[in-house]
Nanobody
Framework: VQLQASGGGLVQAGGSLRLSCVVSGPTLRRYGMGWFRQAPGKEREFAAADSWSGGNTYYADSVKGRFTISRDNAENTVYLQMNNLKPEDTAVYYC?????????????????WGQGTQVTVSS
């Protein structure tokens, strides 16, 4: 299973970006999907997740109301729509895939990781 994240870039505060994560291998329906981010000098932290059943989404408090995770199972792609971006959202964003149920906010839950895409928000 390979994950390819894209869509990062430089944006001004208040702007929007949409990240994409294409999953190669078995159907996306098998996986719970998450987005994490890591700012320079900080731990990788949870941002958003979508359950493998597709019925539930989860968000970190810092992004709730601004970020939306979604998936297109036919395209084997997961998205992270990021609106009203803030300078503190600047980080490398990673997508991750997990088999079955678990603690979606925990890095340990995920079996596969993408390479990351840089998001930079200027003030």
């Amino acid at each position: 299973v390979q994950l390819q994240a894209s869509g990062g870039g430089l944006v001004q505060a208040g702007g929007s970006l949409r990240l994409s994560c294409v999953v190669s291998g078995p159907t996306l329906r098998r996986y719970g999907m998450g987005w994490f981010r890591q700012a320079p000098g900080k731990e990788r932290e949870f941002a958003a997740a979508d359950s493998w059943s597709g019925g539930n989404t989860y968000y970190a408090d810092s992004v709730k109301g601004r970020f939306t995770i979604s998936r297109d199972n036919a395209e084997n792609t997961v998205y992270l729509q990021m609106n009203n971006l803030k300078p503190e959202d600047t980080a490398v964003y990673y997508c991750a895939a997990a088999i079955g149920s678990g603690t979606y906010g925990s890095k340990a839950y995920y079996n596969y990781w993408g390479q990351g895409t840089q998001v930079t928000v200027s003030s």
